[in-house]
């Protein structure tokens, strides 16, 4: 058997799952949004935000105003932005 071979089917499988032979780093950001002010609010943009490719968690607190994203693919702060203002709130990268 040689050793650091991967068969086929991994290879496809990983490719099927949006994985690379490396490990997905992932990466956090933050933003600051306003005009939220309850769990409705944070159901919005947590929403919106999910729907970015390669997010992996987003979280959201109206009392503290912030946006936390968590993806294994770097996001542009302008699809950020703009998923947020979809759900009807301004964001700024903080």
Known sequence: ???GVVPLRGILELHEKGGDMAGSEKS????TVTGMSCGHCEA??????S????????????ADGTLRIVSTAELADDAVIAAVDEAGYTAVRA
């Not at 729907?51 to 607190?61: F, H, R, T």
């Open 44 to 49: 919005s943009v947590r929403g919106e935000v």
């Open 51 to 62: 729907k970015l490719a390669g997010v992996e968690d987003v979280q959201v607190s109206a």
């Open 28 to 31: 956090t950001v933050e933003y």
């Open 1 to 3: 058997m040689l050793v």
